[in-house]
């Protein structure tokens, strides 16, 4: 699966063709914000009495995370890359955790973290553009 079809099954995001004009930045700016709508659609999802949406939205935003941990570029900074990578790795596990504890606190550590990487990836966002 291509890129922008991949960000398209993730974040439910228009036609492929937008996704595929987007830059690598916006598709991750994208992913980002599609993690966040995931996790609290999933809290959402706990008060409710339909195991299958939690599992779905469970699902999903452990996706989007593996494919974040995929695309981090071996090339950039070797040690932004291990800590994104182990930084991603701990959200898979405290959403696992969360779901099999139905314990909300955990979903908001990651929202916690996840929000405060979206604000910095979309702090450079400018910087990106120009140097584009």
């Known amino acids: 699966m291509s890129h922008a079809a991949t960000l398209a ?20 700016e994208l992913l980002l914000g599609g993690l966040l709508t995931r996790i ?10 339909r195991p299958e949406a939690r599992r779905d939205d469970a699902d999903r935003a452990l996706a ?13 900074d070797a040690q932004l890359v ?12 405290r959403i696992l955790a969360a779901c099999l504890a139905q ?3 955990l979903l908001h550590e990651v929202t916690s973290l996840i929000t405060e990487i979206k604000q ?10 120009a140097a584009a």
């Open 64 to 76: 989007i995370l593996a494919y974040l941990r995929a695309v981090l570029d071996p090339k950039a």
């Open 82 to 93: 291990a800590q994104l990578d182990t930084l991603y790795r701990y959200c898979e596990a």
């Open 40 to 49: 609290a659609r999933l809290r959402h999802a706990m008060r409710q009495p």
């Open 120 to 129: 910095g990836w979309d702090g450079i966002a400018p910087r990106h553009a």
């Open 9 to 28: 099954a993730f974040t439910g995001a228009g036609p492929m063709a937008q996704a595929e004009a987007m830059s690598p930045h916006r598709q991750i």
């Open 103 to 105: 314990d909300e606190a």
